[in-house]
Antibody
């Protein structure tokens, strides 16, 4: 079964850091672009970042550039999102998604990140 | 990059057809055949329903179809069923990736 499972969410103070992980199974992880997409409470979806199969290309939404870093470990079938200098507006459910043909075709169940003092 | 524009809500009765619009600009929807649509039930992860404007992933009902004209993409659901009640989001390539604000579909 193709599956993505996120972890690492939680409550963090403004200015703090958090690292999200996404474990992939059921497909050849190293063959796909991967993404992070977030959804603030009661709001719509927002693309956050993409990473190429070998990690050589990374793209970010403007609002997280310089603060978030997407990375992957193909040997561990894992995707990561390092989030620094967190702000209240980063509060959201963060989804890991497989990215193919400019679409997010497989999604994890999401992990909640709350930035609050 | 501004979000794509979707109606906040649409509704229809079982068996009817509805269409959800997704309006962008000549820099996103109008320039690329790279529009996708997602269905999201409350508390659940989104599900891909349409990609590249009109293509359906394996396993998605053929009651769902997509199209595009100019800067506006559309998702049509025919033969509405109660299980179709959900939020729907469009997404387009625009140099970056931009989503619509979402449309709540109510099946009356």
């Amino acid at each position: 079964e193709v599956q993505l499972v996120e972890s690492g969410g939680g409550l963090v103070q403004p200015g703090g850091s958090l690292r999200l992980s996404c474990a992939a199974s059921g497909f050849t992880f190293s063959s796909y672009w991967m993404s992070w997409v977030r959804q603030a409470p009661g709001k719509g979806l927002e693309w956050v970042a993409n990473i190429k199969q070998d990690g050589s290309e990374k793209y970010y939404v403007d609002s997280v550039k310089g603060r978030f870093t997407i990375s992957r470990d193909n040997a561990k079938n894992s995707l990561y999102l390092q989030m620094n200098s967190l702000r209240a507006e980063d509060t959201a459910v963060y989804y890991c998604a497989r990215f193919i043909r400019e679409a997010f075709d497989i999604w994890g169940q999401g992990t909640m990140v709350t930035v609050s003092s | 990059q501004s979000a794509l524009t979707q109606p906040a809500s649409v509704s229809g009765s079982p068996g009817q057809s509805i269409t959800i619009s997704c309006t962008g600009t000549s820099s996103d929807v109008g320039s690329y055949n790279l529009v996708s649509w997602y269905q999201q039930h409350p508390g659940k992860a989104p599900k891909l329903m349409i990609y590249e404007v009109s293509k359906r992933p394996s396993g998605v009902s053929n009651r769902f179809s997509g199209s595009k004209s100019g800067n506006t993409a559309s998702l049509t659901i025919s033969g509405l069923q109660a299980e179709d009640e959900a939020d729907y989001y469009c997404c387009s390539y625009a140099g970056s990736r931009v989503f619509g604000g979402g449309t709540k579909l109510t099946v009356l």
